[in-house]
Nanobody
């Protein structure tokens, strides 16, 4: 079992930056990929970004390309999401997810691929 804990959310103004962290513990040895998703009230969970456990980026959602960056920390059990030029439409609960599944790259854009999820951290961007 892998436990994921997100942190770093908060209330910021449009144009600001935030860095989210996801710390993994437990049986992380078989983790193949990590992803960030977000969910706004009344909307479906949306893919944000993913990377493989080696730290290589897999991809980004269209709405965050060029503004968000996913990375793996020097402490290898930590994954970050650097969010720049935040917009009010980025407001959501952000979830970290991990999977041991090895599939085609496109599969990591889908929430169903991920086995383990954190509890989420709220990001609110005011206009």
């Amino acid at each position: 079992q892998v436990q994921l804990v997100e942190s770093g959310g908060g209330l910021v103004q449009a144009g600001s930056s935030l860095r989210l962290s996801c710390t993994a513990s437990g049986r992380t040895l078989n983790t193949y990929a990590m992803g960030w998703f977000r969910q706004a009230p009344g909307k479906e969970r949306q893919f944000v970004a993913a990377l493989n456990w080696g730290g290589i980026s897999i991809g980004y959602g269209d709405s965050v390309k060029g503004r968000f960056t996913i990375s793996r920390g020097n402490a290898e059990n930590t994954v970050y999401l650097q969010m720049n030029s935040l917009k009010p439409e980025d407001t959501a609960v952000y979830y970290c997810a991990g999977t041991s599944t090895i599939r085609g790259l496109a599969s990591y854009f889908w929430a169903a691929t991920y086995d383990n999820w954190g509890q989420g951290t709220q990001v609110t961007v005011s206009s």
